[in-house]
């Protein structure tokens, strides 16, 4: 894991089309922005674990329900 430290107004680039730009820092909480092309998913963290958790549930209940089938 790469850590880099910036501040307000700073940017960093991932590779040559995404930008991520610091816009503000207050405290412990950073707000920033992400310019990307459209075809680059940007999902948060806790919700990207809430699609995970909420899929591997269906798949067993859908595992649950056919073992029932037969």
Known sequence: MLVLS???GETIW???D???IIS????????IGIRAPQH?????G???QDIS???TESVM??????GKLK
């Open 6 to 8: 910036r501040k307000a």
């Open 46 to 48: 806790e919700l990207r």
């Open 24 to 31: 503000e820092v207050k405290g412990e909480q950073v707000k």
């Open 14 to 16: 991932l590779d040559e």
């Open 40 to 44: 680059v998913s940007i999902v948060r």
């Open 61 to 66: 209940k859908s595992r649950d329900l056919l």
């Open 18 to 20: 995404i930008e991520i």
């Open 53 to 55: 958790d909420v899929n």
